[in-house]
Each structure stands twice: as structure tokens, then as C-alpha cells.
């Protein structure tokens, strides 16, 4: 488990070691902030550098603290120090910046910062070449790996129980033990299948019937709202869905379930004990159906 005060090291890019430290904790997720230090030798914990937070200024960054939510443990590559327990100030810092799972890259910041200051011209000609590769590839038709049939994936939606609506959990609960019954690939196809049918949903037109007055022009488009919402048009079952796949008009407005997107994780889990860790091979992040939004 990882607690307030852990403090870990992670190698970076050149070689050198920079460290992390960990300010609060809730249920599995972490506050973690990144430290200034950058050194050729493990720091240790008396370095008055870690118990600071680097500051990122970086490209788009106005100064914001490197500090973030992350769900689960840290990987392999992050060598446990030891504890400094956080200060009263640092118990109580607010944060809504949140990062999922912890990466192997986390605590970069310092070393990017660095790079900023001391090699700005190649760190900004990497970053667009990044940028310009990452594009040719979202420009790419994404394809669905092997998916659960939409016989089963559909009766494991019809388990979620609306009477119990207010309570997220309790709806999914129905659907989350049944899945977790099934194999591992199983639970890692219903989660294919998922992905596949809100990607099919991420269109302009679908978009522009979400908003309240069907005008993107005029209304701020939520990334995360628009996902939330095409999963309410999943959660209504096959009819509805195919349905709205059809004809946007139908899309819901002002409705959100974002709870669906966790049934998978959470089958797997209750099944295995450990975090599902897959990746589909369609992403139902909002303006991925590059098709779907044309120019």
C-alpha cells in the first residue's frame, strides 16, 4: 500500500535520478508530487529538495505545481526511500488534476523542466515530431480487436439494476458480478465491445444533438461530457443504441454515466484481485472517430 510521506526514486531519461513523494491518500488513489531534485546518486532522505515541488513552466504551463492524483501503485522502475510524513499545510492542499494509473514516466517533470531551461531547442523539435507522429497515427482508421458477442455483452447490460439509481455502485453491482463469473479474455472483450460501440458514437452530429440547444458553435463541448453521455445511450440497451447510432437526434441531453466505464475494471478485479490492465483497439476518448468528425 502505498501511504502519506512514501518517498520514491525513479531513473530518469539521462541518467540521472529524480524522486516523487506522496501527500495524501483516498481509497487507492495518491497524491503525488514530483521533487525539484535531479542528481547522479539516489537522494536521500534528508534532501531538503524533496519535501518541494518542482514548478512547471514549461510549453503551455503557467507556473502550476507538479503534483496530481494516480490511481494504484507504482511500477517497478520506482525505488521505495522511505517515509517523510507530510506536513499539516500538505494534508490539506486541494488538487482536481488527475493522471489514472501510475506511469513509468512519472516524476519526469524535473528533468523536463530542466531540459526547458538548458536545452529548449531540441527538448520543442522532439516534442513536434512527437506531436506530427502522433497525428499520422489518429489519422488512422482504428479497427476493433476480438470483442464479446453482442448477445452476451448486451445481457450483461440488461443486469444493471435502475432501481437502485443514485447509487452508481449498486446499479453496476447486478453486471459486475456476472461478468466477473467469465474468463479474463472474456472481461477484457466485454470491455472491447464497450469501447467499440461509444467510438462508433463519436461523431460531429452525435455531438451536436448532445448540447442543449443542438449548436456546437454556441456551447462549450465537455470531452469527458460528451463520453458520459454516450454512455447513457449504451446503458439503455441494444434498441436504443442502434437507434441513436441511426439518427443523432435521438442523442440524451444532460445525462451522464460515466460509471459504465469502470464495469469491466471492476469485474476484473472481483474476479482476480488485480487491475485490469488492457488496452482496446478502439479509444473511446471524445474526438477519436476521426471519420465521425471529418475536418
Known sequence: MVNPGDVFAVQLPDGRFGAVRVLQTIGRSSLVCTSPYLGRERPDLSEPQIRKTVVKTRFFFKSEPARRWLDGQPPPNFEFLGNLPPAKAETKLECNVYGGKWGESEGH??????????DRAAFEAEVRQQEAAFERRRQQPQKPKKMMSEEDFWSIIALLDWKQQGNDKKVLAPAVKALATKSKVAICQFEERLAFLLYQLDTKAHARHSTA??????????????????????????????????????????MEFES????????????????????????????????????
Open 260 to 295: 459504465l466505464l469502470s464495469l469491466a475494471r471492476s469485474a476484473y478485479e472481483k474476479k482476480t484481485g488485480e487491475e485490469l490492465d488492457y488496452s482496446t483497439g478502439c479509444s473511446y476518448e471524445s474526438f477519436s472517430n476521426v471519420a465521425g468528425w471529418g475536418e
Open 109 to 118: 517533470d524535473a528533468f523536463l523542466e530542466w531540459r526547458w531551461l538548458h
Open 213 to 254: 440547444s443542438g449548436d456546437l458553435d454556441s456551447n462549450y463541448l465537455s470531452a469527458d461530457g460528451f463520453l458520459y453521455a454516450r454512455c447513457v445511450v449504451v446503458v439503455n440497451g441494444k434498441k436504443f443504441y442502434e437507434s441513436v447510432l441511426k439518427n443523432p437526434r435521438k442523442m440524451p441531453k444532460e
